[in-house]
């Protein structure tokens, strides 16, 4: 037989905090939680070990913050590279026919490569290396 504890939950409506604990409890119409008590059961146990993990772990909030930040920042990135990447892709198909002339057969157009033999590095400038 299992060991059942029964408390009461004593709600006072005129305190803003009850009252939005209040209408929380009446929003759930049974689609996340199967009753009061499995509701209840969730915040206690997520707001206790939160704070006990926060009790032993200063910067638990910091990183959770950071690790938020950075997970936004990637998302922003990538919503970003979706919209530009077919821009993108049809300049660089345009340049692809624009200098062939032909798009099914590239490497019938191109010249071939010159081979540059130049032994003169002396307009190089290799102060970057301290030369």
């Not at 032909?102 to 400038?125: G, H, L, T």
């Amino acid at each position: 037989m299992p060991t059942v504890r029964a408390t009461s939950l004593r709600l006072n409506l005129d305190k803003p905090e009850h009252k939005q604990a209040w209408e929380y409890l009446q929003a759930l119409g049974g689609t996340e939680f199967k009753s009061y008590t499995s509701a209840i059961v969730a915040a206690v146990n997520d707001y206790f070990g939160r704070y006990f993990r926060r009790k032993d772990d200063p910067y638990l909030e910091t990183r959770e913050r950071e690790e938020k930040f950075v997970a936004e920042i990637v998302a922003a990135v990538e919503r970003s590279a979706e919209k530009a990447l077919p821009a993108f892709l049809a300049a660089c198909i345009a340049e692809i026919l624009n200098s062939n002339g032909n798009f099914s057969n590239p490497a019938q157009n191109s010249a071939p490569a010159e081979k540059v033999e130049n032994d003169d590095i002396s307009d190089v400038d290799l102060d970057f290396i301290g030369g």
